[in-house]
């Protein structure tokens, strides 16, 4: 919900109100000082008033007692002011990047028809503070790994792989929405290789049609945009030979093909990968925060959006790997504006 907001807003009651009214009215001119449209809040007592719209000086109240306060009688001259609350503050830190970019999605919403943010935050967008609703599995790795939530590093979701553990790392978490999106996830990923043959590390952002996508993790649909640091042959062989790249994979019964190109990385640097659905096609994109390429369109063919996640996959022994999820951000839409660039 994006509240709308007015300063130095503040007035009396015209009238008392009761601890059931849904309308209220302030003293004659009054009104003006506050915004012309819902929603926003006003606080009168200790009770909080998430307001809907406003005609002239008569408030329409959309719900009492807001961000748990308590729905109260208010007496005739009773102060109206203009506020903000805990919930409304909270939101907007838990949903600002600590390495914010503008073209980023901000906030997860619903949109509406013009493209106005509606509706609450969910479990799908985060910065991995903590777990949350998501899924880390396995919850415990193997010798020589380490997962970690809420790292020194900010709010990462950090994996460290040791260097004979081949383990499936993945961070998923369950997906209902059924209409239009987009998923962009920030990542840093690198690899130490300390053997003669060829190895690679893999960070991937995925939708999935498995809304457990770690009990049958080879036998669903899947749309991958992922990097691959490939280290090629030899001792220290990354610097030498190896590459750094993106690219895009469609997993179809659990039988993966590479779609598309292969685009060369900045091995130093991090990168943001993003899918977008538009209810009938995925399309995939890197980018640097600010500009994002396309990689590829797939035409979807039954496939229903079930979860998203990030998977940490290895190719090869004797290596390690420390890749770090910065966030992820998932907006909804109903509009073209909402899912793509």
């Known amino acids: 919900m ?15 109100v009761a601890a059931s009214d849904t309308t209220f009215s302030v003293t004659a001119g009054a ?27 008569t408030f329409t109240i959309q719900t009492r007692g807001f961000d748990n306060s308590t729905a109260a009688s208010h007496s005739l001259g009773a102060s109206v002011i203009m506020t903000a609350t805990a919930s409304m503050l909270n939101h907007l830190w838990q949903n600002i990047a600590d390495t914010f970019h503008p073209d980023v999605p901000p906030i997860q919403s619903q949109l509406s028809a013009t493209g106005v943010p509606t509706g609450s935050p969910t479990s799908y967008d985060t910065e991995f503070e903590s777990a949350g609703a998501w899924t880390i599995y396995p919850a415990s790795p193997s010798g020589g790994s380490i997962w970690s939530i809420n790292t020194a590093l900010r709010s990462h979701l950090l994996l460290y792989r040791g260097g004979n553990d081949s383990t499936l790392y993945t961070a998923y978490v369950p997906f209902t929405y059924s209409g239009q999106f987009v998923v962009t996830t920030k990542i840093f ?9 060829s190895s690679s590390v893999y960070v991937t952002l995925f939708v999935s049609d498995s809304s457990n996508p ?26 030498n030979y190896g590459s750094r790249y993106a690219r895009t994979l469609i997993d179809t019964a659990g039988s993966a093909s590479i779609i598309g190109p292969l685009v060369p990385l900045d091995p130093s640097l991090p990168v943001y990968l993003r899918i977008n659905y538009s209810g009938a096609n995925f399309r995939t994109y890197i980018g640097n925060g600010t500009t994002f390429i396309q990689l590829v369109t797939y035409a979807n063919s039954n496939f229903t959006p079930r979860s998203i996640g990030i998977q940490f996959a290895s ?19 109903t509009t073209g504006q909402a899912y793509g660039p």
């Open 189 to 197: 990923d690198g690899i130490s290789i300390a053997q003669n043959g």
């Open 315 to 333: 190719g090869g022994i004797n290596l390690s790997q420390t890749s770090a999820v910065d966030f992820v951000r998932f907006q909804l839409g």
């Open 31 to 57: 009104g003006s000082q506050f915004p012309a449209t819902g929603p926003f809040l006003v606080l009168i007592d200790t009770e909080f008033f998430l307001i809907a719209s406003r005609s002239a000086d």
């Open 2 to 16: 994006r509240e709308n907001f007015a300063n130095f807003a503040t007035t009396q009651l015209a009238a008392s």
């Open 214 to 239: 770690v009990s049958s993790a080879d036998s669903g649909n899947r749309v991958r945009c992922e990097t691959v640091f490939n280290g090629g042959t030899g001792q220290n062989s990354l610097l």
